[in-house]
């Protein structure tokens, strides 16, 4: 039973035959075209060491003056393309709290507007509203009165005084806890946006108060009006609260209002407003309502369920605009089975579909039909329109095949494909598909070959796919680029994965000298290129690669995070070329650095890790388990070596803590979920438990089944798909996932009832399958998604509550599902409801203090004291996302904790492998030379409560504009 382990060489298919040429003659071919060296000295280095001096006292009155001191220059390196080091540097190295009034004072001369606005986050953050509220006041100078703002905002030298005291405004109104001092700072920005000088002062995409319980009915219906009735609003309508918005609705009414954009809030057919804002329209403008409005109404008709209301929308649709009626009867079957019924779209479609398109109409009704291999009528009819046409389109044709594929009638379909492919010219979809469906299409017929052992098919719809590389574009198709690079290197096309690769990276050699431009997609190309020849077996080629390769755009391996090749890191990558080079020390070393900063789930990392260090790792791995207590790869394999070192009793233990955490571990890849499951059955059978050990191992045989079974389906074989998963069922029912994923796919096949018993008995065990915290598989992160769906699990939910009103999963799911539905009262009363049963229940905890975010933070101001406390001490892992959203006051308080956790996820020393050390010389010319250091550093190395206060208002993009300025 023992779950298969990562392959660590991971050699293609390809890796002894294929013609990826030899590194060192690919490395002569693109430097041929310069031969002097790029790049020079940088004149920061002593002030950026002096600055980053660990051992210096960052609370005193001589690091905040020399920390001032770059303040003052930073904005001659603002203006500079090159090296933004000194920018991060200054950030990272804020000084803390108890040097805060000597920065302020400092601040006074220099730069007096940049730093004017710093000592206003400053004052604010150490409670001082009275110095706050001062700076507030010298900025808007003649406050009083409109005109003079537009006075202002026209003087050439004091417009940036108008827009200091915006920000300053917008700031102290939403990210201060103090009411009287936010209220207060909110009444002056409505004033302002009511009135504002000339500029572009926007406030969309904050959420405002109910005004009238701040300032009462007349003085918040005063500024809705100077809002909403002026020339051009700086707010939209759905920033307000529900009360605020129909009282915007009466004053757009009352003033003439007859902008179609200020009412599109109210047009929504869920409202009270609705019929009368439609009425109000239609009297101001005779073209209303356009097609795109319609549809929308049609959609939120869908999803109450007014298939009536549809029909009538619809039928309008098609006398107003009856050459783009198919396209948007397309766009709402796109969305079916998500925002809204499918059937219910169907019902409504019903008396339109003689006048649709075949394929459209056979599309709309295959998500209806059971999928029925002896008798399909949307088979039968795809083969009666073929049959009476003298020519049938690629559409037709294409359209049979998968739904052949879908059926499970494989053998037909795999001929149908091989008519088609010896009939066709190419391999085209209608000529308004886009190139990425055209290629998913193909991805997926690909796939399909491969996994039915067609070869001459495969190979055929692969060089059809490899030519269909030549029409991406280097500069906007990177998503594209790299998931062809992928599949090419998943299927062992090594040749086709190392082609695309080096054209990626000679497009982005020539981008770098044009323009100076060096950011990709996922990393460098240069990267890749280095996990391709590693993947083929060639690691000294590799290693060639990243010593002698000028095209590195990183000086240093442990600056290029999160780079992978398909589930290989780049890291892991490096690590195995250094190990089997016999390197062995450098590459454990860069493992470690890997795993204790971004790789704290990956298990080829820890797999080749234990390989070969065996029980030395141990202690790492409890560090590791320390930093972050909730990842339970650490304890997996701590097992696994207790288990080979024959502490049995000790390996059990490790492995059932690692379940406890997570019991679902659906965050990791397919062929490697459930790896605690298997560990802890080969434990108990080394211990002589047979009937348990093998309990576990019908959990792994499950889901690996059930993945076998994804693969299927995302081939687009449902019905094959669908009978396996069903199989799986058969070897462990008890699986949430599986049996989520099975009632998805019942219900694609038009099975609802069946459907139905599957997600009720998903969503039953899911209270009794979920830990602290929790991770998905097979789709199931949208096991809410849906209103159908929703109304289900509500309904098993509170059935379940009546019976184990004290489990705080079914309260954490509550709350779960109700954040969902966006009903963010219910939901906070549940998640509270369930850390009050359990205070350690980390997820509900979290998702808590998501659903606070999304409110004003001056209110709830104690619970989500108590939730930021809470998420401190039990996940330090999540102090970067609370540092993000502290209010600016919370920073003294929460600063020495954001410090020590960030510094227990630090602990380990970066790994110094520069890339490129012995690089060929090659001429980048004036603009290349530029880019050769921008961005260079990590964002994770820079990371600090300096860091977070610095940017955590609006105000940090003013600072440099005022920098840049004077």
Not at 126 to 142: F, H, M, P, R, V
Not at 367 to 393: C, H, R, V, W
Not at 590 to 603: I, K, P, S, V
Not at 935 to 950: C, E, K, M
Request: charged share 30%; proline share 4%; with cysteine.
């Amino acid at each position: 039973m023992k779950k298969a382990l990562l392959p660590l060489a991971l050699l293609s298919s390809c890796a002894l035959v294929c013609a990826i040429p030899p590194a060192e003659e690919l490395l002569q071919r693109l430097t041929s075209q310069d031969s002097a060296e790029g790049g020079g000295e940088n004149s920061l280095e002593d002030w950026i060491a002096e600055l980053d001096d660990s051992e210096l006292d960052r609370s005193g009155a001589d690091f905040a003056t020399l920390w001032v001191e770059g303040f003052g220059q930073w904005s001659s390196f603002l203006t500079r393309d090159g090296d933004d080091r000194f920018g991060e540097v200054l950030m990272k190295n804020f000084p803390e709290p108890g040097a805060w009034r000597d920065i302020s004072e400092d601040l006074s001369e220099g730069k007096p507007n940049a730093g004017k606005l710093l000592r206003f986050q400053i004052a604010v953050a150490e409670g001082n509203y009275e110095g706050a509220q001062e700076i507030i006041d010298s900025l808007a100078k003649l406050k009083s009165g409109g005109a003079a703002m537009r006075f202002l905002s026209r003087s050439r030298g004091n417009s940036k005084s108008v827009e200091n005291y915006f920000w300053t405004l917008k700031t102290a109104a939403f990210h201060s806890v103090n009411t009287e001092f936010s209220q207060l700072a909110l009444e002056d920005l409505l004033n302002f946006l009511g009135d504002p000088p000339p500029g572009y002062f926007r406030m969309w995409g904050v959420e405002f108060p109910d005004l009238e319980n701040i300032f009462g009915a007349e003085r918040s219906e005063e500024f809705l009006k100077s809002l909403f009735l002026g020339s051009e609003s700086s707010v939209e309508v759905d920033q307000f609260v529900t009360e605020d918005q129909a009282r915007i609705f009466r004053i757009l009414m009352e003033g003439g209002v007859v902008e179609e954009r200020q009412f599109q809030s109210f047009l929504s057919p869920k409202l009270p407003e609705f019929p009368e804002a439609v009425a109000y329209l239609e009297s101001k403008h005779p073209s209303f309502p356009s097609a795109e409005t319609r549809i929308d109404w049609v959609r939120d008709y869908l999803r109450m369920g007014k298939v009536e209301k549809v029909q009538e929308e619809l039928e309008a649709l098609q006398e107003e605009s009856s050459s783009s009626f198919e396209i948007m009867v397309a766009k709402l079957a796109a969305s079916a089975g998500y925002s809204y019924s499918t059937g219910d779209l169907y019902d409504s479609l019903e008396p339109f579909l003689p006048d649709l398109d075949p394929v459209l109409r056979l599309e709309l009704q295959s998500g209806l039909m059971p999928l029925d291999p002896e008798n399909d009528p949307i088979l039968a009819q795809l083969d009666e329109k073929i049959d009476s046409s003298t020519s049938p389109t690629s559409e037709l044709l294409l359209s049979r095949i998968t739904r052949l594929f879908e059926l499970g009638m494989v053998s037909e379909a795999v001929a149908s494909l091989q008519e088609y492919l010896e009939s066709s010219e190419s391999f085209r979809l209608p000529t308004d598909a886009d190139s990425s469906e055209e290629k998913s299409r193909l991805l997926r017929l690909t796939k399909a070959m491969d996994i039915l052992d067609e070869q001459e098919l495969f190979e055929r719809l692969l060089a059809i796919l490899e030519a269909k590389t030549e029409e991406l574009s280097f500069e906007d198709d990177q998503y594209e680029l790299v998931r062809m690079i992928e599949f090419f290197s998943e299927i062992g096309d090594t040749d086709a994965a190392v082609d695309l690769t080096v054209k990626w990276l000679e497009y982005s050699i020539q981008a770098r000298k044009d323009s100076g431009q060096r950011y990709w997609y996922r990393g460098s190309p240069m990267a890749m290129l280095v996990m391709l020849y590693q993947q083929a077996g060639r690691p000294e080629e590799a290693l060639l690669l990243l010593e002698r390769s000028p095209f590195w755009f990183y000086e240093n391996i442990s600056e290029m995070r999160y780079v992978d090749l398909g589930e290989l890191a780049f890291p892991v990558s490096v690590a195995q070329i250094l190990i089997e080079i016999g390197k062995e020390e450098q590459g454990i070393e860069l493992l470690r650095n890997y795993l204790a900063t971004e790789g704290g789930a990956d298990d080829l990392a820890f797999e080749v890790l234990v390989r070969e260090e065996g029980e030395e790792a141990v202690p790492f791995l409890d560090q590791l388990l320390e930093m972050d207590p909730f990842e339970e790869r650490p304890l997996i394999w701590k097992s696994v070596i207790l288990l080979e070192t024959g502490e049995l009793e000790a390996a059990e233990e490790a492995a059932r803590a690692a379940i406890a955490i997570d019991p679902t571990d659906g965050e990791m890849s397919a062929r490697d979920r459930l790896r605690a499951y298997a560990v802890l059955g080969q434990v108990l059978a080394a211990r002589g438990q047979e009937e348990e050990a093998n309990t576990m191992a019908r959990i792994v045989a499950a889901v690996d089944l059930a993945e076998e079974a994804d693969e299927l389906r995302i081939a687009g074989m449902t019905l094959p798909a669908l009978e396996m998963y069903r199989e799986s069922l058969q070897i462990f029912a008890d699986a949430y996932c599986i049996q989520f994923r099975t009632g998805v796919e019942l219900k694609s096949a038009g099975k609802i009832e069946e459907a139905e018993v599957h997600l009720r008995k998903a969503y039953g065990l899911m209270p009794h399958q979920f830990g602290r915290i929790e991770s998905h598989c097979f789709g199931c992160e949208g096991a809410f998604r849906g209103e159908w769906e929703q109304d289900i699990a509500l309904n098993v939910f509170n059935e379940m509550v009546e019976e184990e009103p004290e489990n705080p999963t079914l309260y954490y799911l509550l709350g779960y599902l109700e954040d969902t539905r966006g009903n963010d009262a219910a939901a906070l009363e549940a998640f509270a409801t369930a850390v009050q049963m359990d205070p350690l229940y980390v997820n509900a905890w979290k998702k808590l203090l998501g659903v606070l975010d999304s409110l004003p933070i001056q209110e709830n101001v104690e619970l989500r004291k108590r939730a930021i406390q809470a998420m401190i001490e039990l996940d330090p892992s999540s102090i970067r996302g609370i540092a993000r959203d502290l209010p600016l006051e919370w920073f003294p308080l929460y600063w020495e904790e954001i410090q020590e956790g960030l510094a227990r996820q630090q602990w380990s020393t970066p790994v110094d492998f520069p890339l490129g050390a012995e690089a060929l010389p090659y001429d980048w010319g004036e603009e290349g030379n530029q880019s050769l250091y921008s961005s260079s550093r990590s964002d994770d190395d820079t990371l600090s409560a300096g860091r977070f206060f610095w940017e955590s208002t609006d105000l940090t993009q003013q600072i440099m504009s005022n920098l840049m300025r004077y």
